[in-house]
T-cell receptor, first 110, second 113 residues
Framework: QKEVEQNSGPLSVPEGAIASLNCTYS??????FFWYRQYSGKSPELIMF????GDKEDGRFTAQLNKASQYVSLLIRDSQPSDSATYLC??????????FGIGTKLQVIP | DTGVSQDPRHKITKRGQNVTFRCDPI?????LYWYRQTLGQGPEFLTY????????KSRLLSDRFSAERPKGSFSTLEIQRTEQGDSAMYLC???????????FGSGTQLSVL
C-alpha cells in the first residue's frame, strides 16, 4: 500500500463549481498534511497545510482532515480555469520524510 | 532572488555518462530534499539532509546515485553510469527546521539518450 493515495483523475468541473480533491494516507503517525499545486511543466507550489482535525479555510480553498478515517481533502470554491493543474497531497508521516501522492489532475471547463 | 535555485535546467547526456546537479536552497533553510518526478507521477523521494547530515536515502535508489551537502549549504546530486530509466525531472526543495513546508526549485530535466 502506498503511503499517500490519490485518484489521478482527470477531474473535470465547470467554471464556478466546487472542486473536491481527495487523499488517503496509511501512516497513522502522520500529523501534518500539505496540498501542492503543480502546473504543467512547473514545480510544485504549496497552497494549503493542515495539522488538526476539521477544516481550514484560506480564500477559495478549504482543507479538511479526518485522522480517524486517515482522509484529507481539498475543496476549491468558485473554480476558475486558472485552477486547472495537478494537485498533490503530501505528508511527512512519522519519519519527517515528505511523501507525495500521484496527484489529481483538475480541469476547470469555462 | 531568495528562492531555491537549481542548475542546470536541462541536461542531455549519453547512456553511461556521469552527471551532477546542483541545488542552492533558501539561505535560512536547514533541510534540503531531492525528488525525482516522471510524467504522470508525483515527486518520488530520493534523499534529504538536515544541515550537512544526510538523514535518509530511499531504498529504491541504486548505488549509482549519491548526494552531498558540504557545510550545510548547497547540495549536489550525482548519477553515475546513467541509464535511460534515469530520464526524469530532478527536483530540489528546502524547508525551515521541521515545519516541513517545502519550497521547490525549478528542477533539472535529465534526458539520457
Amino acid at each position: 500500500q502506498k503511503e499517500v493515495e490519490q485518484n489521478s483523475g482527470p477531474l473535470s468541473v465547470p467554471e464556478g463549481a466546487i472542486a473536491s480533491l481527495n487523499c488517503t494516507y496509511s501512516d497513522r503517525g502522520s500529523q501534518s498534511f500539505f496540498w501542492y499545486r503543480q502546473y504543467s511543466g512547473k514545480s510544485p507550489e504549496l497552497i494549503m497545510f493542515i495539522y488538526s482535525n476539521g477544516d481550514k479555510e484560506d480564500g477559495r480553498f478549504t482543507a479538511q482532515l479526518n485522522k480517524a478515517s486517515q482522509y484529507v481533502s481539498l475543496l476549491i470554491r468558485d473554480s476558475q480555469p486558472s485552477d486547472s493543474a495537478t494537485y498533490l497531497c503530501a505528508t511527512p508521516g512519522g519519519y519527517q520524510k515528505v511523501t507525495f501522492g500521484i496527484g489529481t489532475k483538475l480541469q476547470v471547463i469555462p | 532572488d531568495t528562492g531555491v535555485s537549481q542548475d542546470p535546467r536541462h541536461k542531455i547526456t549519453k547512456r553511461g555518462q556521469n552527471v551532477t546537479f546542483r541545488c542552492d536552497p533558501i539561505s535560512e533553510h536547514n533541510r534540503l530534499y531531492w525528488y525525482r518526478q516522471t510524467l504522470g507521477q508525483g515527486p518520488e523521494f530520493l534523499t534529504y539532509f538536515q544541515n550537512e547530515a544526510q538523514l535518509e536515502k530511499s531504498r529504491l535508489l541504486s548505488d549509482r546515485f549519491s548526494a552531498e551537502r558540504p557545510k550545510g549549504s548547497f547540495s549536489t546530486l550525482e548519477i553515475q553510469r546513467t541509464e535511460q530509466g534515469d530520464s526524469a525531472m530532478y527536483l530540489c526543495a528546502s524547508s525551515a527546521n521541521t515545519n516541513e513546508k517545502l519550497f521547490f526549485g525549478s528542477g533539472t530535466q535529465l534526458s539520457v539518450l
